[in-house]
């Protein structure tokens, strides 16, 4: 039996319209299924936690929402018993779609998630963060980062003409603007990462760094030929740079992707990876927002996703 969990606001009403299009469906096939609709932030994970508590019977759960609601079902699941995940994005930040490399048109992501024809197991990170009294860790299915990647996700999140925005098709726009702001707040800081617990990177003007699971995030991304999205490895990007006006290239990659690799950006694959910054600085996972951290540790999980359709 299929079961649902979809958030109705997600991409400014999206995710509402797509379910009536899934409903419709199936009743039209007659298909088993339940629903689970959010109304607030974390209820995703809570139905996700509910849902999978019992580690006997196998689940097949389809998330209709956007990157965070997926998120929040990523971490609230437990991958004790058999389990199935499927995702209809209905966002506006398709990242993680284009990770996931599903259909842009509605119909064909129902029929993917209805009828089908594969399944693959696919990584996921973790990111660990927090102080001595309070370490927390959080799952992300396409990206983390620190730095101004992150600052950019935060102030998207907390901006009022966001909705507006969103409603018009206008967010690539909004990021942009954001993403100046933010670029011209930003003061670059020394620190280190050290990759898989003997490889150590120092570096002195530290914009941002950012973790990758899946192959690529955008159509003329540039990354490692044999990055791939079950090979349980970390796509690393650093952003460094002496010089702040090297980083505008650098933004400009993170709204619409770049023909080529710029300088200022150092990239490393690893299994995990530790970072230790001078200050804190803004972290994300899937965009949404973990507060400010100056120590992070991300490690990828390979091969623990059961997901319909990926090919």
Known sequence: MYQFIVNPSAGAGRGYLIWKRLEWQLEKE?????????????????????????????????????????NEVLNGVSFQGPLTLGYVPAG???????????????KRQIR?????????????GVLTCGGDDAIFNRRFAGRCGIGLDAAICHNFLCCSARKQMCRFRLTRFLYFFLGLKQLILAKPTKGYILLDGYKKVEFNHIYFMTFKIHREEGKRKKVPENAEVDDGLLTVYVGNSSKKRKMI??????????????????????????????????VHVDGESCLCQQDIEVRCIGKKIRMIGMS
């Open 30 to 70: 007659r298909q088993e299924y339940r629903v689970f609709f959010t109304e607030n932030q974390g209820d995703a994970a809570e139905i996700a936690r509910k849902l999978t508590a019992d580690k006997a019977s196998a689940k097949i759960l389809v998330v209709v929402g956007g990157e965070g609601t997926y």
């Open 92 to 106: 506006f930040r398709n990242a993680l779609s284009k990770g996931f490399q599903s259909f842009r048109q509605v």
């Open 112 to 124: 993917r998630i209805l009828h089908p024809k594969y399944y693959r197991m696919l990584d996921y």
């Open 249 to 282: 290239p650098i933004l400009l990659d993170v709204i619409v992707g770049i023909k080529k690799r710029e300088r200022g950006v150092r990239i490393f694959e690893c299994r995990e990876a530790s970072v230790r910054l001078a200050k804190p600085m803004a």
